[in-house]
């Protein structure tokens, strides 16, 4: 079996800035036929794709190259706070990356935050995106208009104890340590997919005692200001308003024991929303694509809804197909 290429790239967010966001990206991007950009969900990086990239590059029926962005403050990229402030702000890496690659077109992939990125991006740039593919997602949560300011003050409360504080990020005595850590986090994560997060998102901090012996432990490199209170949420017209304008057609994926019930009236208003989409269930929680078992059900699910809907039927409106892929299938 050929070996795919794999390579980490470093765009800086704007001429002459020191800033810059990060990419891993596997295949040839000298030689591609098809792109896939995908964007990873909150306290997560670009290895949250590393079980999906290398399996559509092997199973794609033409060329294809999968990039996986590093949203800032997180993975490799810089920390660029003004960037954080809701979903609008990482709309702005999505937009250095696909420009870099001169992108007319691509794939969309987004779990989580990545897909409420993701969504937006496809409602205000339709004519860039062909598929869209949502992870445990389904547009971008709101809130009543009263709940703004309280919100607002609670993230600038809470930035301000912590530096009068001066609290730092949890230590782990070793990368393994870190790993479990993540795994058992409130947006939980099989043990096996923390581990990748882990080799991407966590970096040595070297300190000696007083008797002058070295010490090693490990702490994500994640920004500390993406643990503030969450700016990401908006108002149910805007939330609705930006599912409606997808144009392209949504595969939407989610765990079978992940955050989403589908069978709750406002999932089903949202989905309702949405013109051209399918459903898929597959086995996991709220990371699915790291399921080792789940997969390779994605990849195959995702290959074949992007040859179904291909460019000439994205303007055709069709009722929501649902496909459930039965756990002993898995």
């Given at each position: 079996?050929?070996?795919?290429?794999?390579?980490?790239?470093?765009?800086?967010?704007?001429?002459?800035?020191?800033?810059?966001?990060?990419?891993?990206?596997?295949?040839?991007?000298?030689?591609?036929?098809?792109?896939?950009?995908?964007?990873?969900?909150?306290?997560?990086?670009?290895?949250?794709?590393?079980?999906?990239?290398?399996?559509?590059?092997?199973?794609?029926?033409?060329?294809?190259?999968?990039?996986?962005?590093?949203?800032?403050?997180?993975?490799?990229?810089?920390?660029?706070?003004?960037?954080?402030?809701?979903?609008?702000?990482?709309?702005?890496?999505?937009?250095?990356?696909?420009?870099?690659?001169?992108?007319?077109?691509?794939?969309?992939?987004?779990?989580?935050?990545?897909?409420?990125?993701?969504?937006?991006?496809?409602?205000?740039?339709?004519?860039?995106?062909?598929?869209?593919?949502?992870?445990?997602?389904?547009?971008?949560?709101?809130?009543?208009?009263?709940?703004?300011?309280?919100?607002?003050?609670?993230?600038?409360?809470?930035?301000?104890?912590?530096?009068?504080?001066?609290?730092?990020?949890p230590r782990y005595p070793s990368l393994e340590a870190a790993a479990i850590a993540r795994s058992q986090a409130k947006l939980s994560v099989p043990l096996e997919?923390?581990?990748?997060?882990?080799?991407?998102?966590?970096?040595?901090?070297?300190?000696?005692?007083?008797?002058?012996?070295?010490?090693?432990?490990?702490?994500?490199?994640?920004?500390?200001?993406?643990?503030l209170p969450w700016l990401g949420e908006t108002t149910k017209e805007v939330a609705m308003t930006m599912l409606r304008g997808i144009q392209c057609p949504v595969?939407?994926?989610?765990?079978?024991?992940?955050?989403?019930?589908?069978?709750?009236?406002?999932?089903?208003?949202?989905?309702?929303?949405?013109?051209?989409?399918?459903?898929?269930?597959?086995?996991?929680?709220?990371?699915?694509?790291?399921?080792?078992?789940?997969?390779?059900?994605?990849?195959?699910?995702?290959?074949?809804?992007?040859q179904e809907y291909s460019a000439p039927t994205r303007a055709i409106s069709i009722d929501t197909q649902r496909v459930t892929m039965p756990t002993s299938k898995?």
């Amino acid at each position: 079996m050929t070996d795919i290429h794999v390579a980490d790239i470093f765009v800086p967010v704007a001429p002459g800035s020191s800033d810059t966001v990060a990419a891993k990206v596997w295949g040839n991007i000298q030689e591609f036929d098809q792109a896939f950009v995908a964007c990873h969900g909150w306290l997560d990086n670009a290895a949250t794709y590393n079980f999906i990239a290398p399996l559509i590059i092997r199973n794609h029926p033409g060329k294809a190259i999968f990039v996986a962005i590093d949203f800032s403050g997180h993975g490799l990229s810089s920390h660029s706070q003004e960037r954080y402030f809701g979903p609008t702000g990482y709309l702005s890496d999505v937009k250095v990356i696909v420009d870099h690659f001169a992108l007319e077109t691509f794939v969309a992939v987004g779990h989580s935050m990545g897909g409420v990125i993701l969504t937006n991006f496809c409602t205000i740039f339709p004519e860039r995106v062909t598929h869209f593919i949502s992870i445990e997602i389904l547009g971008q949560a709101d809130a009543p208009p009263s709940r703004f300011p309280v919100q607002l003050r609670a993230h600038y409360d809470t930035r301000d104890r912590r530096l009068a504080s001066g609290s730092s990020k949890p230590r782990y005595p070793s990368l393994e340590a870190a790993a479990i850590a993540r795994s058992q986090a409130k947006l939980s994560v099989p043990l096996e997919g923390a581990r990748e997060l882990a080799e991407r998102g966590v970096e040595p901090v070297f300190t000696r005692t007083e008797s002058g012996a070295r010490v090693i432990e490990y702490t994500w490199r994640t920004d500390m200001a993406l643990t503030l209170p969450w700016l990401g949420e908006t108002t149910k017209e805007v939330a609705m308003t930006m599912l409606r304008g997808i144009q392209c057609p949504v595969l939407f994926v989610f765990g079978e024991d992940g955050y989403i019930d589908l069978t709750a009236p406002k999932i089903q208003e949202r989905l309702a929303a949405v013109n051209t989409k399918e459903v898929l269930e597959v086995k996991g929680g709220h990371h699915p694509h790291l399921d080792r078992d789940s997969a390779p059900v994605i990849v195959d699910q995702i290959l074949r809804f992007i040859q179904e809907y291909s460019a000439p039927t994205r303007a055709i409106s069709i009722d929501t197909q649902r496909v459930t892929m039965p756990t002993s299938k898995l």
